[in-house]
């Protein structure tokens, strides 16, 4: 299977954007389609982003994803940081039948 | 409005077997699969497998495989996961989660945003 990296923590300052990176180890970041998730503290963690930059209904357009073939990886790009965007990221993706998770990503908004 | 209840915490002793269920309401249940996710304590996110609600296909993880068993009961609307010969790498809280959609395939399966709270289940001798 193929591992996806992402950093383990990002930080700004409320109104600003921020990117949370997601590279794929092997194989086309294009050959399966990338998800997001968001997990605040305590919480379950919910859905944001559906193949690659399809946001599920409800989540503020703030929330936007990509994917870079050049850099083989995913982005989540959130615009306009608000406090309650404090929470864990994480990308994941298929690899034939086994869906992959990245590490996560601890987002802090100072 | 759609929900998703499971049950509740459990402890086992290495060895058990465990089952979670995940009742669903608000929806047809047969037209949405439910894939489990579970999280060990303080790490991230592992997919488990998946239970197409309308014919009961299933995918499981490679490295569960083995040791991991998903139902459906569609007369109660319930979702059932059970974990076989448990270890203390098991213990962890266990989500499950509605599709967004009738489909799942090897490159797209997306979630919706409806998941149940999660079961503890920790394993100790």
């Known amino acids: 299977n193929f591992i996806l990296t992402q950093p383990h923590s990002v930080s700004d300052s409320p109104g600003k954007t921020v990117t949370i990176s997601c590279t794929r180890s092997s194989g086309g970041i294009a050959s399966a389609y990338v998800q997001w998730y968001q997990q605040r503290p305590g919480s379950v963690p919910t859905t944001i982003i559906y193949e690659d930059k399809e946001r599920l209904s409800g989540v503020p357009d703030r929330f936007s994803g990509s994917i870079d073939r050049s850099s083989n990886s995913a982005s989540l790009t959130i615009s306009g940081l608000k406090t309650e965007d404090e929470a864990d990221y994480y990308c994941q993706s298929h690899d034939d039948n086994d869906w992959i998770f990245g590490g996560g990503t601890k987002l802090t908004v100072l | ?125």
């Open chain 2, 1 to 125: 409005q759609v929900q998703l209840a499971q049950s509740g915490a459990e402890v086992k002793k290495p060895g058990a077997s465990v089952r979670v269920s995940c009742k669903a309401s608000g929806y047809p249940f047969t037209r949405y699969g439910i894939t489990w996710v579970r999280q060990a304590p303080g790490q991230g996110l592992e997919w488990m497998g998946w239970i197409n609600g309308y014919n009961g296909d299933t995918r499981y993880a490679q490295k569960l495989q083995d040791r991991v068993t998903m139902t459906t009961d569609s007369s109660t609307s319930t979702a059932y996961m059970e974990v076989r010969s448990l270890t203390s790498g098991d213990t962890a809280i266990y989500y499950c989660a509605r599709w967004a959609s009738g489909y799942c395939s090897s490159t797209s399966c997306p979630l919706s945003g409806y998941w149940g709270q999660g079961t503890l289940v920790t394993v100790s001798s």
